[in-house]
């Protein structure tokens, strides 16, 4: 079935660094999400892509869709303790599919 | 707050014993959908509902594990005879039916088995 990769694995970044992220498929998505989920909690959407090519921004978090549709990138600038957290990304398994399938995670770790 | 409430947030109990979760979605959230997450894993789909009916179950809902949304709000989760696979955390996540609506999760209830 359909999987998505993220990379790195994990991350250990100092507080105020730039922080990028990836996430790759072997086939097409035509929406891309990306998660936080911290400790104890449900995964919390960040930012939604619904293009080919698209940049979207909140705040100090931006994600892009991939022209190819098999990759998406996630950036934090400036990164804050509070970005601590597991960072999923998401896309519905098949076009107009409502199941999201979901990468492995990229868990971040700031040191103050 | 008018998120994706779950209830328990946590439960213990013995293997072979039944156990059933509920999940609140937002409210006019015509979608509902149900999610496992273990240890170090993204989370894996297990079935939706659109409205009361339910329309995709994943092969990891075994017959030890049933749905519902009686009336189309809120759902419940039972598993029966649970085994020690399955602790995991249960996620809840609803959406309206519009496209581009994406999930919004609850914060789930996460089961252990002793």
């Known amino acids: 079935g359909q999987q998505l990769n993220q990379s790195p694995q994990s991350m250990f970044i100092q507080e105020g660094e730039d922080v990028s992220m990836n996430c790759t498929s072997s086939?097409?998505?035509?929406?891309w999400l990306w998660y936080k989920q911290e400790p104890g909690e449900g995964p919390v959407l960040l930012i939604a892509l619904y293009k080919a090519g698209e940049l979207t921004s909140n705040g100090r978090l931006t994600a892009q869709f991939g022209i190819t549709r098999k990759d998406s990138f996630l950036n934090i600038s400036a990164s804050i303790p509070s970005d601590v957290g597991i960072y999923f990304c998401?896309?519905?398994?098949?076009?107009?599919?409502?199941?999201?399938?979901f990468g492995q995670g990229t868990r971040l770790t700031i040191n103050p | 707050d008018t998120g994706v409430s779950q209830n328990p947030r946590h439960k213990i109990t013995k293997r072979g014993q039944n156990v059933t979760f509920r999940c609140d979605p937002i409210s006019e959230h015509n979608r509902l959908y149900w999610y496992r997450q273990t240890l170090g894993q993204g989370p894996e789909f297990l079935t939706y509902?659109?409205?009361?009916?339910?329309?995709?179950k994943s092969r990891l809902l075994s017959d030890r594990f049933s749905a519902e949304r009686p009336k189309g709000s809120f759902s419940t989760l039972e598993i029966q005879r649970t085994e020690q696979g399955d602790s995991a955390m249960y996620l809840c996540?609803?959406?309206?039916?519009?496209?581009?609506?994406?999930?919004?999760f609850g914060d789930g209830t996460r089961l252990s088995i002793l």
């Open positions: 996540a609803s959406s309206l039916g519009d496209r581009h609506q994406p999930q919004h």
């Open positions: 998401a896309g519905p398994f098949l076009q107009g599919a409502q199941k999201l399938v």
């Open positions: 509902f659109q409205n009361e009916a339910q329309l995709e």
């Open positions: 086939s097409i998505f035509n929406t």
